[in-house]
T-cell receptor
Framework: SQQGEEDPQALSIQEGENATMNCSYK?????LQWYRQNSGRGLVHLIL?????REKHSGRLRVTLDTSKKSSSLLITASRAADTASYFC????????????FGPGTRLSVLP | NAGVMQNPRHLVRRRGQEARLRCSPM?????VYWYRQLPEEGLKFMVY????????ESGMPKERFSAEFPKEGPSILRIQQVVRGDSAAYFC?????????????FGPGTRLTVT
């Protein structure tokens, strides 16, 4: 698997449900970032979680980081149709000989 | 405070022509990154620059691609003699000078189509 690999590749849920996306990586990191990309648009930064943090919240978003398992999860609670987008995790490992690496993304579809 | 600006938003070039993509970082940001996103794929890092300095170009193809971030003006990603495979969305991001802990803010991207 590659650094910064999201799972699942695609996710389809009903409005109001929670959506969980996972990201795994291979090397030590400085921080991990989650981004959203609506179809045909640019990337929007969602959350940055540092390697010494375990959990972070922003509105309906909750990100966890487990450095022992080299994994992170993004939880979107009470999803809305407007949350339909691709979600990418990016690892910043510049202090460990790697530059930013993005995973292929998870395509989330929230059905009304 | 304006966000990261990229222009043009859409660029169409014929094979063999040159493409110039411009990126103006957010105010106060001195670091610029370029990424390429091929259709149906994730983003791939290309190059990391500070003012007048290329820090890391490990993701940049060895031929036809170059990038600069002059003391004055925007960062430029230049693709010479474009080929169909260069068709992609090119994103620029900027960050403040906080080293490894800085967040990156992305521009809207330039969609390059090579015909």
């Amino acid at each position: 698997s590659q650094q910064g690999e999201e799972d699942p590749q695609a996710l389809s849920i009903q409005e109001g449900e929670n959506a969980t996306m996972n990201c795994s990586y291979k090397t030590s990191i400085n921080n991990l970032q989650w981004y959203r990309q609506n179809s045909g648009r640019g990337l929007v930064h969602l959350i940055l979680i540092r390697s010494n943090e375990r959990e972070k919240h922003s509105g309906r978003l909750r990100v966890t980081l487990d450095t022992s398992k080299k994994s992170s999860s993004l939880l979107i609670t009470a999803s809305r149709a407007a949350d339909t987008a691709s979600y990418f995790c990016a690892t910043d490992a510049r202090n460990y000989g790697q530059n930013f690496v993005f995973g292929p993304g998870t395509r989330l579809s929230v059905l009304p | 405070n304006a966000g990261v600006m990229q222009n043009p938003r859409h660029l169409v070039r014929r094979r063999g022509q040159e493409a110039r993509l411009r990126c103006s970082p957010m105010k106060g940001h001195s670091h610029v990154y370029w990424y390429r996103q091929l259709p149906e794929e994730g983003l791939k890092f290309m190059v990391y620059l500070q003012k007048e300095n290329i820090i890391d170009e490990s993701g940049m193809p060895k031929e036809r691609f170059s990038a600069e971030f002059p003391k004055e003006g925007p960062s430029i990603l230049r693709i010479q003699q474009v080929v169909r495979g260069d068709s992609a969305a090119y994103f620029c991001a900027s960050s403040p000078p906080q080293g490894a802990l800085a967040e990156q803010y992305f521009g809207p991207g330039t969609r390059l189509t090579v015909t």
